[in-house]
């Protein structure tokens, strides 16, 4: 098998599976809860980006060799610059929605801070 047919194959089996990925993450449909859907959204986005450093790969893999050897191939060009990118924008997209708590205990509410308030000044 040569080199150009096994990333022609490559290229479809991961296509279709990450079609199918898509899919059963899309086909959710509207959910009642805020929070599940921001974590639906959150992970379709980390999907997206996985299937696109996977592309990058494969092309880094089996992609064509440079016409002069003194080049580098068009499938580093793309490995290098996913490398590059890729990685801060997941620590970016998993800081923004696991990072911060919102029902953090240890930090007072309104209601609370008022009565501690009260409570601190004798009244």
């Known amino acids: 098998m040569s080199r ?6 490559t290229l479809l ?3 279709v599976l990450a079609g199918g990925v898509a ?11 805020f929070e599940k859907s921001k974590m639906y959204f ?8 996985a299937f696109i450093f996977l592309l990058a ?3 880094y893999a089996l992609g064509p060799e440079p016409s002069q050897p003194s080049t580098e191939s068009s ?3 793309i490995f290098d610059a996913c490398v590059k990118v890729i990685p801060p924008l997941v620590t970016l997209i998993i800081g923004f929605y696991f990072g911060a708590s919102q029902n953090n205990p240890s930090l007072p509410t309104v209601a609370n801070a008022s ?3 009260a409570h ?3 009244k």
């Open 4 to 9: 150009n047919m096994l990333f022609v194959i």
């Open 13 to 15: 089996v991961v296509s």
């Open 23 to 33: 899919y059963g993450m899309f086909a959710v449909g509207t959910m009642s809860e």
């Open 42 to 49: 959150a992970a379709s986005v980390l999907a997206f980006l």
């Open 57 to 59: 790969m494969i092309f």
């Open 75 to 77: 499938g580093k060009t």
């Open 115 to 117: 009565t501690t308030a």
């Open 120 to 122: 601190t000044t004798g």
